[in-house]
């Protein structure tokens, strides 16, 4: 596939996608490397976006350059957001009470702390992204198992073994201090790559995840 192949597929992929605006997002593409530039009115939009360039076949690697300019009208006070993070964060069950810290600057978000699963602190990300007036999230929550994780291995190949996207024979699973993940292989698409790497941090106990797989 051509450069400028990859970068219309790109673009019609972003023009496709319901929840993102894309009249101000520029898209470059070399060699499998897409980048994007521009700006969006929310955060979400953004996010939706990297999603929408990850799911295109040919993308290797996305550099993000978006920035998120909130109009005037919908600019939130740091304290607000902060409070309405709490309040998301105390509503949603995946969350472990009182396991997240929340500091706001310029609406940048920072989440800290520690929970004993990865999408617990996923799920913590998810809650603010979905707030007006934030910028970005930081999540550096760490994750503590309560368990070791003896069978990590078995559980990502059987989880990857029902994926029907992904030829879970092209992965190699390495698992080392019981807890540290390293994926190898081939994928089709970054999108695959993305459920290959969700389905070694849902396994129980997992704590790092290394990437090393190749997208064709």
């Not at 081939?186 to 993305?194: E, I, L, N, Y």
């Amino acid at each position: 596939m051509t450069d400028s192949q990859l970068r219309q597929d790109v673009l019609d992929e972003l023009e496709f996608e319901p929840s993102v605006e894309a009249a101000h997002i520029g898209v470059t593409a070399e060699k499998g490397v897409v980048a994007l530039t521009g700006h969006v009115p929310l955060y979400a939009q953004k996010q939706a976006a990297l999603a929408a360039v990850r799911r295109v076949k040919g993308v290797r690697a996305v550099a993000d350059e978006l920035e998120v300019r909130l109009a005037h009208a919908t600019t939130t006070a740091d304290d607000e957001i902060a409070r309405r993070t709490l309040a998301m964060l105390d509503w949603d069950i995946a969350v472990p009470p009182k396991a997240v810290k929340v500091l706001v600057r310029d609406g940048w978000v920072t989440l800290t702390g520690s929970v004993n699963w990865e999408f617990e602190r996923k799920s913590a990300q998810e809650d603010v992204r979905k707030l007006d007036g934030v910028k970005g999230v930081i999540n550096q929550i760490e994750v503590h198992p309560k368990v070791k994780a003896d069978e990590v291995k078995a559980k990502i190949k059987a989880a990857l073994s029902r994926h029907a996207e992904v030829e879970a024979n092209q992965i190699r699973v390495t698992v080392t201090a019981g807890s540290k993940v390293r994926l190898e292989g081939k994928v089709d698409t970054a999108d695959q790559r993305a459920a290959v790497q969700n389905a070694a941090w849902s396994a129980p106990g997992v704590t790092s995840v290394e990437d090393h797989l190749s997208v064709l």
